[in-house]
Nanobody
Framework: QVQLVESGGGSGQPGGSLRLSCVAS????????MYWYRQAPGKERELVAV???????NYADLVKGRFTISRDNAKNTVYLQMNGLKEEDTAVYYC???????????????????WGKGTLVTVSS
């Protein structure tokens, strides 16, 4: 099992910055990719950014150039630096971790997905 705890949410002003953190615990050596998702009121959860175990990143078009995802494997933490905030960035932000668990000596594995409980980001003037 992997547990994820997000922090850093709160209120920000348009044009401002916030940094979210997500700390992983448990079977952290099985974690591969880590993600940030968000869900705005009345909308579906959407992908914000992803970072692989080796640091490759990808972003949703809506945040590209404004948000930066990073990862400190020594601290078991993934970050989301959010700059140039817009009111439409208001949402609950969720951390996700994918894990690959080897189940036998032949290398058979099971892929699992873990989610944090989310942290609220509100952007308003």
């Amino acid at each position: 099992q992997v547990q994820l705890v997000e922090s850093g949410g709160g209120s920000g002003q348009p044009g401002g910055s916030l940094r979210l953190s997500c700390v992983a615990s448990g079977r952290i050596t099985t974690i591969t990719d880590m993600y940030w998702y968000r869900q705005a009121p009345g909308k579906e959860r959407e992908l914000v950014a992803v970072i692989t175990k080796v640091g490759d990143t990808n972003y949703a078009d809506l945040v590209k150039g404004r948000f930066t995802i990073s990862r400190d494997n020594a601290k078991n933490t993934v970050y989301l630096q959010m700059n140039g905030l817009k009111e439409e960035d208001t949402a609950v932000y969720y951390c996700r971790a994918d894990a690959r668990i080897i189940v036998n000596v032949e290398g058979a594995y099971v892929d699992k997905v873990y989610w944090g409980k989310g942290t609220l980001v509100t952007v308003s003037s």
